[in-house]
């Protein structure tokens, strides 16, 4: 019974980790997308409300002013949003780049799901056969 909740903890913590990278290497393009496409210092930029030129993460959710946890935190949950198709749109692409990179994720979050999908499939079918009477009663090998 440990092995499997061990195995479905384990499927639990990469599906974490997948989504943290995915929604911090959305910051790092939106980031690059300001930097070095914009050109932008973004220590020392208040983004105009509006021109529509610099609408892009940072200037839609004021992220330079948040912390390192929130910010983290809000990724995360943009990835578990968009990999899960749920979308809510609260936090979404803006720029025309960060909407790239979104159609990347869409396109690799779909396998990945089917993925992940299929593991925890297959924990739960090895479950089944361990519980079952076959196998209690010793008749299973």
Request: proline share 1%.
């Amino acid at each position: 019974m440990i092995k499997f909740a061990l195995k479905t903890l384990k499927l639990i913590m990469m599906i974490m980790n997948f989504t943290y990278v995915i929604g911090m290497l959305y910051y790092v393009v939106s980031i690059f997308y300001a930097d070095f496409i914009l050109g932008l210092d973004l220590k020392n930029f208040d983004c105009p409300k509006d021109d529509r030129t610099y609408d892009f993460i940072h200037c839609r959710w004021n992220y330079e002013n948040r912390s390192t946890s929130y910010i983290q935190i809000a990724m995360t949950y943009f990835a578990f949003t968009t990999l899960a198709t749920i979308g809510f749109g609260d936090i979404h692409p803006r720029a025309d780049i960060e909407r790239i990179y979104g159609i990347f994720v869409f396109l690799f979050g779909v396998a990945i799901f089917t993925i992940i999908l299929a593991s925890f499939t297959n924990i739960i079918s090895e479950f089944r056969k361990f519980t079952s009477d076959e196998h209690l009663d010793g008749n299973l090998q």
